[in-house]
């Protein structure tokens, strides 16, 4: 394939909204943001069987260059997303760059799938520098390959007024999808404990229940009702943001550890909530200064009742090193993060 061709590039995707999906939510803001020859290429059913159909749309629309994001919702536990990233380099009809938003979580199929596709790839893109340096230390991953890192940015905008510490009614919150492994357990159990010393505390969780959850979120509705948290699912970004910069303490206690990657955190950090969340081996040291630690056990019922005393001036500290975190190692904003896109396939290809 020539250099030379108008370029074309096509952003694949297995989720898009209204789709319950992180990595379908960050897809639609990068394609706000995208340059004239960007086309977005969503695809739900990834079956083997739908491979056909899929490479006929693709090579009907002609691109240069797909990125793909990767995972999403949609894609489940197919292999059709890697398959197409070996059709491209076998028949020379286009590029493929791998957009890979995790890698360590994943399986040991997905990932030994992404390590033999990595090979196929003319670059891939890493949403943290752990993640990538955890791929490539992957026996099978291309050491070959380019890689680059572009930080996320959080799905929620940032709300227009917010109130001081001491002014939000909202004392402690969870955000995020409503499904198992995102510290929602330990949340629960942690609040529980809580009740008892801070009976008339106003505690929320806010967030979504993804496709093939329901039965998890039945449970939480239940634990909700059972412990007087306020369960608010379904509202839009902007009101997300208003919730958000309404509420003191934001709860994470992901098990694995805070990352560059947890987009609830950002959401948080520039609503002016102080988070309290664990600190893990991927957590960057600049945003160490930004949060407070916590272990998700019932220790942390001290630790968020030491919080919710904070005046407005000492909750200042930390929202100032939230907005550093934010402002001095994340992009400008979306069209930062499209243009670093566009930087990282240009030179990939020349």
Same mark, same amino acid.
Not at 137 to 154: E, Q, R
Not at 187 to 215: C, N, Q, S, W
Not at 242 to 254: E, G, S, V
């Given at each position: 394939?020539?250099?030379?061709?108008?370029?074309?590039?096509?952003?694949?995707?297995?989720?898009?909204?209204?789709?319950?999906?992180?990595?379908? /939510? %960050?897809?639609?803001?990068?394609?706000? #943001?995208?340059?004239?020859?960007?086309?977005?290429?969503?695809?739900? /059913?990834?079956?083997?069987?739908?491979?056909?159909?899929?490479?006929?749309?693709?090579? &009907?629309?002609?691109?240069?260059?797909?990125?793909?994001?990767?995972?999403?919702?949609? %894609?489940?536990?197919?292999?059709?997303?890697?398959?197409? =990233?070996?059709?491209?380099?076998?028949?020379?009809?286009?590029?493929?760059?791998?957009?890979?938003?995790?890698?360590?979580?994943?399986?040991?199929?997905?990932?030994?799938?992404?390590?033999?596709?990595?090979?196929?790839?003319?670059?891939?893109?890493?949403?943290?520098?752990?993640?990538?340096?955890?791929?490539?230390?992957?026996?099978?991953?291309?050491?070959?390959?380019?890689?680059?890192? *572009?930080?996320?940015?959080?799905?929620?905008?940032?709300?227009?007024?917010?109130?001081?510490?001491?002014?939000?009614?909202?004392?402690?919150?969870?955000?995020?999808?409503?499904?198992?492994?995102?510290?929602?357990?330990?949340? !629960? /159990?942690?609040?529980?404990?809580?009740?008892?010393?801070?009976?008339?505390?106003?505690?929320?969780?806010?967030?979504?229940?993804?496709?093939?959850?329901? #039965?998890?979120?039945?449970?939480?509705?239940?634990?909700?009702?059972?412990?007087?948290?306020?369960?608010?699912?379904? !509202?839009?970004?902007?009101?997300? &943001?208003?919730?958000?910069?309404?509420?003191? *303490? !934001?709860?994470?206690?992901?098990?694995?550890?805070?990352? #560059?990657?947890?987009?609830?955190? !950002?959401?948080?950090?520039?609503?002016?909530?102080?988070?309290?969340?664990? =600190?893990?081996?991927?957590?960057?040291?600049?945003?160490?200064?930004?949060?407070?630690?916590?272990?998700?056990?019932?220790? /942390?019922?001290?630790?968020?009742?030491?919080?919710?005393?904070?005046?407005?001036?000492?909750? #200042?500290?930390?929202?100032?090193?939230?907005?550093?975190? *934010?402002?001095?190692?994340?992009?400008?904003?979306?069209?930062?993060?499209?243009?670093?896109?566009?930087?990282?396939?240009?030179?990939?290809?020349?």
């Amino acid at each position: 394939m020539s250099n030379t061709t108008e370029q074309r590039i096509l952003i694949v995707s297995g989720a898009y909204p209204p789709d319950i999906c992180g990595v379908g /939510d %960050y897809t639609a803001r990068l394609m706000e #943001a995208a340059q004239s020859n960007w086309q977005l290429f969503v695809e739900r /059913d990834w079956s083997l069987s739908a491979l056909p159909r899929i490479v006929w749309r693709l090579f &009907a629309l002609k691109p240069t260059d797909i990125v793909i994001q990767y995972p999403t919702q949609g %894609y489940g536990w197919s292999l059709v997303p890697h398959i197409l =990233i070996m059709i491209g380099w076998i028949t020379r009809r286009y590029r493929s760059v791998l957009a890979l938003h995790e890698f360590t979580s994943l399986s040991r199929k997905a990932q030994i799938a992404l390590a033999v596709a990595s090979h196929f790839s003319v670059s891939i893109i890493f949403t943290t520098e752990v993640e990538r340096d955890r791929a490539r230390a992957f026996k099978w991953f291309s050491s070959k390959v380019p890689t680059s890192v *572009i930080g996320i940015l959080s799905n929620i905008p940032r709300a227009q007024s917010q109130p001081n510490f001491v002014g939000r009614s909202i004392d402690v919150a969870y955000f995020g999808h409503i499904r198992p492994n995102k510290g929602l357990e330990d949340f !629960l /159990d942690v609040i529980a404990v809580m009740r008892t010393a801070v009976p008339l505390a106003h505690i929320a969780i806010i967030g979504e229940i993804p496709k093939g959850y329901e #039965a998890f979120g039945a449970m939480v509705a239940d634990r909700c009702a059972a412990i007087g948290v306020t369960l608010t699912l379904g !509202l839009d970004d902007e009101a997300v &943001a208003w919730q958000l910069a309404d509420t003191k *303490i !934001l709860y994470l206690p992901f098990r694995d550890g805070v990352s #560059a990657r947890r987009g609830s955190v !950002l959401a948080g950090l520039s609503n002016g909530a102080i988070v309290a969340t664990r =600190i893990g081996e991927a957590t960057p040291t600049s945003l160490r200064p930004a949060v407070i630690a916590c272990d998700g056990t019932s220790e /942390d019922v001290m630790i968020l009742r030491n919080a919710l005393a904070m005046s407005s001036d000492q909750a #200042a500290i930390l929202q100032r090193e939230g907005h550093l975190y *934010i402002t001095q190692t994340l992009p400008q904003d979306w069209v930062h993060v499209a243009a670093l896109y566009q930087e990282t396939i240009a030179k990939a290809i020349n």
